[in-house]
């Protein structure tokens, strides 16, 4: 075939698996979410448990009905066909979009995403053990997927919007969980912890999928100012927003060379939003609020995901006819 | 033949009689419904065909697990491949398993070579048909077939008269159904000129086959079918347009209705296989009569378009106006020589089941040949004599409208209710050019592995033909089975499965 052939891509098909990704992603990160709530509240009394719920429940944007039972929220978050952000609904998603290109992936990567979906659809937890082991299936699904995905897919312009789907979405739900942890920990500008807030900060480090590498970096003394840092700024740490962001500067280069079509109002947005990120101090990045902070990266977000819609996806025919 | 007739003298014993026949077979044949029909496995109870022989053998030696264990691990498979069908009436979109059957249908050399000659005359014949009345029309002049019954189908395209398409070539991708009737004899029961599906299954029951057999293939010296999809591509780039600007590498695309379409996964296999876009008419868009393909990249020449979209959905502009999964413009680009459609259109004038039964003048008037494969009695309802004799014997005929396929606005007369008669009764009166009627055909019946044993069940075949710059056909098909006992409806929509069909190199 010819090499024009291989950089060939379809805007719907672009569009497609870019959203598996994301839907997959935040299925992941839901799934993690919860998987650590349930396992904080055995540690908790009785007004932690609240503050939980109530956390998890903002981190999806869904009003809790007063007097929900963390059992009854859990389920809605992780069963609900009717609520779009559920882990089942975001399977069922990612899975729907893959189908609809699954030529344009490997068959093992279809095969490993029908099989979760398959796995955890229709299966509701009986007790508390399994719940524990249903919401790890979900993400070591997701894990396995993508490792399938690094191994098996060529590294050409769909792998590109898998990353630039699965990294955008990162940076989003991170910001969205650290915003709301901060919300819940007035105390955060203090050299140390407050006893009370310790189980709050695993939490957000567990989030984060970064507990062990923050105890492996910083030894497992908390401060916040070290944590806060840790989780947006480590360039290592995979669940971070600078990491995330990284990624999703990457992909846009990449793209950029392999399609001809420069996305460069999304490289400006990316570009200047690393490089505060890079260049600040966690001091001064929370100065106006972590939750302010939290709030603009979710809007530089959103402004790179239309511009990316706008030069891939869903172009006007004009500025595309060839002579 | 001498078989058959010992065959029917074994039907009219007494009861004791018939269960000493049943005691031929042994386990896991014991139930084994042999009688009424050719077996293609068995030339008398119990005693296999030569060329079952060791299919047979390997069957008596199985454990019995062994055989059910595969069948699960195949139906998984299937399952994770999600190589399903969309249940439409439900809103959550359950996909059922195509049911798959492990047993394979064998079929000798020498029987295989004059299928694949009779299968080319008839394509040949039936292409130079579409040609000719889309053109100057001679053999309705000459009245061989009658004028009214091309302009009166409902597949006939006005709107192809005159144009030329590249190398003549109207039907490039064919999928004819055979039957075997109790002489043993090939018939031909329907030329499918217009879409054909289920060329992804024959690969995908191979794909089974080959784990669960293995020392069988190497027996048997089974003809490989994996190339379909190379072959398919090959047969698509000879149809370059004429005002394609690149002739030696055109751009082939697949156009698909969609993800709701049932045969979906068929589309999206054959696009990956083949190595070409999947395109949904969304991607497609039409300007200066060249179509475009809308890439991250920009837009983007098409010059092939294999297209798995019923003629009436092709172009809004030109067909049906409320259709969404087509492409405006569509045809007068086509017309303009600026792009291929392979099938072309209006080929379905030439599957209608009532044309169907001048197929053999056909043959004869193009080619000065007589039909290799024959047809199946056929009645056309037009005429006056013959829908009377059918009026009266309906109990004992097949009645299908002449346009539909899938099984679908048929009547089976023998298990059909007085009702249902009466229904088709009524319809035929008013209008008779829309049905044709045959007689109840009793289809061969193969080996099955249903419920921990082997069982015979109708089965028909499917080869796929291809047509670019010669006629050629993948040795092997989609050899399908009617899975309710007794049954003679052998579409995937109305109970049906299928299995692999293994064409024997020598």
Known sequence: MNPRNQTTMLSRVADSLYWMSRYLERAEHTARLIDVDLQLQLDQFEPGTERSLRLLAASHSYATPEGEGSATLSRTLTFDRTNPSSIVSCLASARENLRQVREQCSSEMWEQLNRLYLKTVDTEPSDSLNVHRYYWSVQEGAHLFQGITDTTMLHGQGWHYIQLGRYVERTDALATAIGTHFSFLPHYLNQTIEPEEYLEWVGLLKSCSAFEAYCKTYTAELRPMRVAEFVLLNAELPHSVLFAIDRVHEALQALAQLTDRRPDEAIRIMGRLRATLAYSHIEEILANGATNYMDSIRSQCAQVHAAIQQIYFDYPVESAMIA | ?506
């Open chain 2, 1 to 506: 033949m001498h078989s058959n007739a010992k065959r029917t003298r074994v039907g009219r014993r007494s009861p004791n009689a018939h269960e000493s026949v049943q005691e031929r077979f042994l386990p896991p044949f014991r139930n084994y419904q042999y009688g009424g029909a050719y077996d293609e496995m068995f030339e008398a109870p119990g005693r296999p065909r030569a060329h079952y022989q060791a299919l047979f053998r390997t069957l008596l030696d199985l454990p019995p697990d062994q055989l059910r264990k595969s069948q699960q691990a195949a139906d998984l498979s299937f399952l994770h491949q999600g190589i399903t069908f969309t249940v439409y009436s439900d809103d959550r979109g359950t996909e059922r398993v195509f049911p798959n059957d492990l047993l394979p249908r064998i079929i000798p050399a020498a029987e295989w070579r004059k299928l694949e000659k009779g299968l080319t005359q008839r394509i040949t014949a039936l292409n130079l048909f579409l040609d000719d009345i889309y053109h100057q029309g001679k053999i309705l002049a000459d009245g061989v077939v009658p004028r009214e019954m091309v302009y009166s189908c409902k597949h006939f395209r006005r709107e192809m008269r005159g144009l030329d398409v590249p190398r003549g070539v109207y039907v490039s991708i064919c999928g004819t159904d055979l039957v075997r009737l109790p002489d043993g004899s090939f018939a031909v029961l329907e030329d499918n000129l217009r879409v054909p599906s289920g060329v992804s299954y024959m690969l995908a029951n191979r794909k089974v086959l080959k784990r669960v057999f293995p020392q069988l293939f190497h027996h048997y010296g089974v003809s490989p079918v994996d190339h379909y999809a190379q072959a398919l591509l090959a047969t698509l780039m000879t149809l370059t347009p004429a005002n394609s600007r690149s002739v030696h590498e055109p751009t082939v695309v697949l156009l698909t209705p969609g993800v709701f379409n049932s045969a979906y996964f068929e589309h999206t296999f054959l696009a990956q296989q083949m190595g070409v876009e999947l395109v949904e008419g969304r991607d497609l868009l039409v300007h200066d009569n060249i179509v475009y393909m809308r890439t991250t990249a920009g837009l983007r020449r098409v010059d092939v378009i294999y297209r798995r979209v019923d003629d009436d959905f092709l172009d809004p502009v030109c067909f049906r106006p409320d259709s969404n999964l087509g492409v405006p413009g569509l045809f007068n680009a086509y017309r303009a020589g600026n792009v291929t459609l392979a099938n072309a259109i209006g080929t379905g004038v030439a599957d209608d089941k009532a044309v169907y039964a001048y197929v053999p003048a056909i043959i004869k008037y193009y080619l000065d040949e007589d039909p290799i494969l024959n047809n199946v009695d056929t009645f056309l309802l037009t005429d006056k004599s013959q829908r009377g004799f059918v009026l009266e014997n309906l109990g004992k005929m097949v009645v299908k409208a002449v346009g539909e396929s899938g099984g679908y606005g048929m009547l089976i007369g023998p298990h059909s209710t007085e009702e249902q008669r009466e229904e088709f009764r009524r319809r035929i009166e008013s209008d008779p050019r829309n049905y044709i009627a045959q007689p109840t055909l009793s289809l061969s019946r193969a080996p099955c592995f249903l419920e921990g044993e082997v069982q015979a069940r109708h089965v028909d075949l499917r080869p796929y033909i291809l047509y670019g710059e010669n006629v050629s056909l993948v040795p092997g098909g989609l050899t399908r089975v009617a899975l309710r006992a007794g049954s003679l409806v052998v579409n995937s929509s109305q109970g049906g499965g299928s299995k692999d069909t293994w064409v024997l190199r020598a």
